[in-house]
């Protein structure tokens, strides 16, 4: 019993999890170039409605995905134009995006399909389903590691699987190519990357263009994948608590998707407790679970658990003549 | 050339500027009320009646403005040290349970004047101590403050879902929220202020905060630019280095300049806990922190601005609530559309006409 309970949990962390580690790999990408990227959140809003509204009237869950990844650049953009281009408050612009994600989605989802901003449920072929592994049925049966196989292993969509498979891509192209190279410089130290002839301004703009394709995936994912449609604020915090995330990892990739896969497992533990009493505390409250990554990212940035280095040149506009 | 070191009169930089980009924000608003099958002229109509029109919807907006002036205040202070402050939306959630306290543990006994200093402290206090710790992380660690913040406002959030729903509530009741304050745990209402201008105030809950509010803006307006505190405060926001090495103590100032923002914060929720809903409910603050920022950038950090930042907030919103009643097409998220619009254009965008002004400038303005 208690071992079913456990692949259970674990099952479900991996599904709410997923988000998160596209959400904050995005992230990485944009604050290992200098820019920091508070508007994760709305991104992750408006790519779920774009990909829920072009699956809903395409039927195909691949437009969907498309449509939610184009939107999501889109926004980054602005928020290139905003913060690089213009040298805007970094800050300021994205908590002007979660704003605008807030509200618009739920204004043209109400003013399409008159549904309390609500998108129509999505037939089972216009959306990301699972994938059943081979043998995962028979496996069932046969112990521990044959559940862990069909419930933990098998059986999730195909984006889950392209998350796992973006950690060690985005690892790669951070850490191995030139492009990774000059992206950690320019967070770093902007005017070296400049001296050495290498444009500053493109370079933050790809940054941002690579986070908003990965939050395009999270944002397709949440409405088409995990659920059949999008709902209003449906993202609900999440791109938070993958901020949250990329700071508790330090901003390297690997770490990202362990710390990713903590909280979405604190999520799923919260959920599995919900009205059962521990032995001698009582009930747990579901708060604690809530604030629980936010709580450790603190504590963490106290320096209780190592330091936490941002990237020296995090949040400031690169202005080229002195 | 590059425009961006050319220097600029005064009132283009805090005049039209910000017009321009505020006008920007409101023609692209335009665009998406159009664009979902209304006709914008008639909404800017129906918003600014609603708004303006009657002394209850004045008193709707004043009511709006008052939470928008606190925020917006928390915000500026802190932005003067060359602090974000994003946390104000957690601060003002756990000040209003030190005013909400206050309220439950005097009510009974005084009337409102009597209970108001202690609200007014309890909240301060509260939200005051909501700040201290990412303030300390700040100033002790380097840990960014906005990241902080933010943290701080999703665990204020679950902390006082929690007490509310545990402990706060009165037992045998649904709602998570306290008990509703007696008479003299409330602030009552300025329909005399309304009936000075022959209105009449109705159902709005324009209360005593507002004029704590205005109170509130000349005493930061005083701290900042007639004490010494106010003077290391922008100091240590102009170059932290420079302000180091002129003496002034670093971990001092922002530890006490966040205090202050957080303690401002926590203020406004006497607006709606004691003033509006008798009562503390889950959720009050209902993002009055983060318009906050676009208060005070809008208002170039000074009480003045801020006013006026806060009123045009105020009549968006209720504007926008009587908007969607009158025009179904339009929930009330259209506020927020605006809202993030506005924050967009005055805020991160606020250079976008820079360069264009500069060189008219350049060419007409100089002779």
């Given amino acids: 019993m208690e071992n079913l309970d456990l692949i259970s949990i674990l099952g479900s962390t991996i599904r709410l999890s997923i988000p998160?580690?596209?959400?904050?790999?995005?992230?990485?990408?944009?604050?290992?170039?200098?820019v920091f990227d508070i508007g994760l959140e709305g991104k992750m809003l408006f790519?779920?409605?774009?990909?829920?509204?072009?699956?809903f009237m395409t039927g195909s869950p691949w437009l969907g995905l498309l449509a939610g990844i184009t939107v999501s650049v889109l926004i980054s953009l602005i928020h290139g134009f905003a913060s690089i281009t213009n040298r805007g408050n970094q800050i300021v612009s994205g908590v002007a995006i979660n704003f605008l994600a807030s509200g618009l989605t739920a204004v043209l989802g109400q003013a399409w399909f008159s549904q309390g901003g609500r998108t129509p449920p999505l037939a089972a072929s216009a959306r990301f389903t699972e994938i059943v592994f081979p043998y995962a049925a028979e496996l069932r049966e046969m112990g521990f590691f044959g559940r862990f196989y069909a419930n933990v292993i098998s059986g999730h969509n195909i984006l889950t699987y392209l998350a796992f498979l973006a950690v060690p891509a985005a690892w790669w192209v951070l850490y191995r190519t030139r492009f990774g190279l000059r992206l950690r410089a320019v967070g770093e130290n902007p005017g070296a990357v400049d001296t050495a002839g290498i444009s500053v301004t493109w370079l933050r703009y790809r940054a941002t263009i690579c986070a908003g394709i990965l939050c395009g995936c999270a944002g397709t994912y949440l409405s088409i994948a995990q659920s059949a449609g999008f709902v209003k604020d449906m993202s609900a915090g999440k791109g938070y608590i993958a901020l949250a995330a990329l700071i508790f990892?330090?901003?390297?990739?690997?770490?990202v998707m362990l710390a990713c896969l903590l909280f979405g497992f604190l999520d799923a533990f919260a959920n599995f407790m919900q009205g059962k009493s521990v032995p001698g505390i009582g009930e747990v409250p579901v708060q604690i679970f809530q604030a629980l990554p936010y709580v450790l990212t603190c504590v963490l940035l106290a320096g209780f658990i190592g330091v936490a280095r941002p990237p020296k040149a995090g949040g400031v506009p690169y202005v080229k003549e002195r | 050339m590059s425009t961006a070191s050319v220097p600029l009169p005064n009132w283009i930089t805090y005049g039209l500027m910000p017009f321009l980009n505020l006008v920007v924000a409101f023609l692209i608003s335009g665009v998406v009320v159009w664009f979902i099958g209304e006709n914008p002229l008639e909404a800017v109509k129906l918003l600014l009646q609603g708004a303006l029109g009657n002394g209850e919807g004045i008193g709707f907006t004043l009511y709006y403005a008052t939470n928008f002036i606190f925020t917006g205040l928390s915000v500026a202070v802190a932005y003067h040290a060359g602090l974000f402050n994003i946390g104000s939306e957690g601060q003002a959630y756990v000040g209003g349970l030190g005013a909400a306290l206050a309220s439950l543990a005097l009510d009974h006994y005084v009337p409102w004047y009597v209970t108001m200093p202690f609200a007014v402290i309890g909240a301060a206090i509260f939200g005051a101590a909501w700040a201290l710790i990412p303030a300390w992380l700040q100033a002790k660690r380097g840990s960014h403050i906005v990241i902080t913040t933010i943290m701080f406002n999703f665990i204020g959030a679950a902390m006082m879902v929690y007490l509310l729903v545990h402990v706060l509530i009165v037992p045998g009741k649904m709602a998570p929220e306290t008990r509703v304050f007696l008479e003299g745990g409330q602030l009552p209402k300025l329909d005399w202020l309304i009936a000075l201008f022959g209105g009449r105030l109705g159902a709005a809950p324009f209360n005593v905060s507002f004029l704590i509010a205005l109170v509130m803006c000349v005493a930061v307006w005083l701290l900042i630019w007639r004490t010494k505190l106010g003077y290391e405060i922008r100091t240590l926001g102009a170059s932290s280095t420079a302000a180091v090495y002129a003496g002034i103590?670093?971990?001092?100032?922002?530890?006490?300049?966040?205090?202050?923002?957080?303690?401002l914060a926590g203020m406004m929720a006497l607006n709606p806990v004691l003033g509006a809903s008798a009562r503390l409910q889950v959720e009050f603050v209902g993002g009055a922190g983060f318009v906050g920022i676009a208060v005070s950038l809008m208002g170039r950090s000074h009480p003045l601005g801020i006013v006026l930042a806060a009123v045009l907030f105020g009549v968006l919103y209720q504007g926008g609530d009587a908007l969607s009643f009158d025009m179904p097409k339009i929930t009330r998220d259209m506020i927020v559309v605006i809202q993030g619009l506005v924050i967009l254009f005055a805020g991160a965008l606020e250079y976008l006409f820079r360069p264009a002004i500069v060189r008219v400038w350049q060419r007409f303005g100089k002779a």
């Fill in chain 1, 47 to 55: 790519s779920a409605f774009a990909a829920a509204v072009a699956a």
């Fill in chain 1, 249 to 255: 990892a330090k901003w390297r990739p690997v770490p």
């Fill in chain 1, 20 to 34: 998160l580690i596209f959400t904050a790999l995005a992230g990485l990408f944009t604050e290992r170039a200098g």
């Fill in chain 2, 249 to 263: 103590p670093y971990v001092k100032t922002v530890i006490i300049t966040m205090l202050i923002s957080g303690g």
